[in-house]
């Protein structure tokens, strides 16, 4: 039970700027192993932005508090996965080699590809969630988080780390993880999407599923055709498109129903 909880406080240090004692060891292995902890991971970060949106939603008008909302998750990570989405979009746009791709990724610099498909990315979030009252928006949040990440730890397990550098922040990840984590992962991830589905009693929220196999078989696509397989930022850009696909579907699937 130590070590699992050691695991969590590594996946917490690594994915988040959350806080963690500062005692917590941390070894390249032990992050390797906390990637079982990210969906979890994306539970405490729902937390912070749902607490942030009960307070505001009482002070504040529903479209200010869904923003401060979403800044707050912005914040709690650090922009770790708007950033890998970002340089994906940059070096996918711009690059024609594998060679040209990667040293794009690299690149801390963002590009036109990168703003524009951030502030896209963004714009589809807020103009997502602000159709639904604000209970709504609490639940799709917390359907999201977790199930985003798992998606971006599905990516871990069925496909090869393909940059060679020592320097990169996911070389740690890059041994994969076991079937074991997997499930682990899943059973984090799922649980409040599965929740929630039984609480509204729509289970037309279960397309979810194909929409975002779908979303997840196209990245992975073009990950495997240009550069043949994942990146640290190929994996936040998963992980932010598998949220922003789950916000669409609870908008077109429960905005009658909550």
Known sequence: MKKQWQLLLTAIMFYTRLPVPVN???HP??????TRYLPLVGWIVAGCMIGVLY???NIAPPMVSILLALITGIWATGAFHEDGFADMCDGFGGGWTKEKIL???????????????LLLLMALKFLCLRELPIFGVMLTIL??????????????????YVRENEDSKAKPIAKGIS?????????????PFAAIILYLQNYTLLLTIPALLLARWYLVRLMKKWIGGYTGDCLGAVQQVSEVVIYLCFCILTWKYI
């Open 143 to 160: 359907a999201a988080q977790p199930l985003s990440r798992f998606m971006a730890v599905t990516v871990i397990y069925t496909h090869q």
């Open 179 to 191: 079937l074991t984590g997997l499930l682990t992962a899943g059973i984090w991830g799922c649980v």
């Open 29 to 34: 292995d032990m992050l390797n192993q906390a």
């Open 24 to 26: 917590t060891p941390y």
């Open 55 to 57: 307070v505001l939603s």
């Open 103 to 117: 040293d794009i990724m690299k690149d801390s610099r963002i590009g036109t590809y990168g703003m524009l498909g």
